[in-house]
């Protein structure tokens, strides 16, 4: 028999680790196979609420994200052409970037995503950085609601940034996109424009030269393709137009062929 790899030694030890802070899960069958046990830990992580976890498993889980990232493949801004001025394209999995910072479609709990092994880029991003990143969100939460109250939600617009822990990435930008209910309209448009300008400024802020943004709004937030791929261009163009030489690179990270074929559309035209 062969024997176990490091990285499948440490997946093995958090799956085990994580099952038995759950409680509620501890009892559930292990899967035999690795990406089993994978999806198994980015489940138990997915669903776990913020709270301290030992210093021995702390190092093991980031021991074990780091090797992620490397299999993964990271992706650094000399790999990436770019597109127009210090703007790129790029389609791919925001999680490999080597950027000072990526954009991350928050919900306004801020918390990330709890639903298991979910698509959304909030999940994947708080499982490639590991549990450090909620328990950081839910501190600045908290702190927050110490000041407006027990009910406050981080509103539509307004950045938080964060440590990036265990992503290639150096720091998260967590902000709340609109939500479309209906017929798009003019303040749909102005809190998109908002979530662009307001992430670059806390980026200029903070002296962070390179930031990739997901396609804030465009999924479960219902938010149009095409036009938020005009406002976001638009409203990128503008803020470097007026901020020139503060950026080394803006990226604009898309997941999917239609996504990557508007934004090429967009920069071709001009």
Not at 25 to 32: L, M, S, W
Not at 36 to 47: A, E, H, I, P, T
Not at 79 to 104: F, K
Not at 257 to 270: A, C, L, N, P, V
Request: with cysteine.
């Amino acid at each position: 028999m062969i024997g176990r790899t490091a990285q499948e030694r440490r997946l093995d030890e958090l799956v085990g680790i994580f099952l038995d802070e759950s409680g509620e899960y501890r009892d559930i069958a292990v899967p035999r196979d690795t990406d089993g046990k994978k999806q198994l830990l980015r489940s138990l992580m997915n669903v776990r609420m913020p709270k301290a976890l030992s210093p021995d498993a702390l190092r093991l889980q980031d021991e074990y994200l780091i090797g992620r990232a490397r299999e993964k493949g990271i992706v650094a801004l000399e790999d990436i052409p770019v597109t127009e001025g210090v703007i790129s394209i790029w389609q791919g999995d925001i999680t490999r970037l080597a950027a000072d910072a990526i954009v991350n479609a928050a919900n306004s709990g801020m918390l990330g995503c709890f639903v298991p092994m979910h698509a959304c880029i909030d999940n994947c991003i708080h499982t490639y950085a590991g549990v450090q990143l909620r328990a950081e969100c839910a501190d600045k939460m908290a702190r927050l609601r110490r000041i407006y109250g027990p009910g406050y939600e981080q509103p539509t617009a307004v950045p938080m940034l964060t440590d990036g822990y265990n992503l290639p990435a150096k720091k998260v930008v967590h902000v709340v996109g609109p939500i479309v209910s209906g017929r798009l309209n003019a303040e749909n448009e102005r809190d998109l424009a908002a979530c662009y300008t307001n992430t670059l400024d806390l980026c200029l802020e903070n002296g962070l030269r390179s930031v990739a943004f997901c396609c804030i709004s465009t999924g479960v937030f219902r938010f149009p393709q095409d036009r938020a791929a005009s406002i976001a261009a638009d409203t990128v163009r503008k803020w470097l137009s007026i901020h020139d030489g503060t950026m080394d690179r803006v990226i604009f990270n898309v997941f999917t062929d239609r996504d990557r074929e508007i934004y090429e559309r967009i920069f071709t035209k001009t």
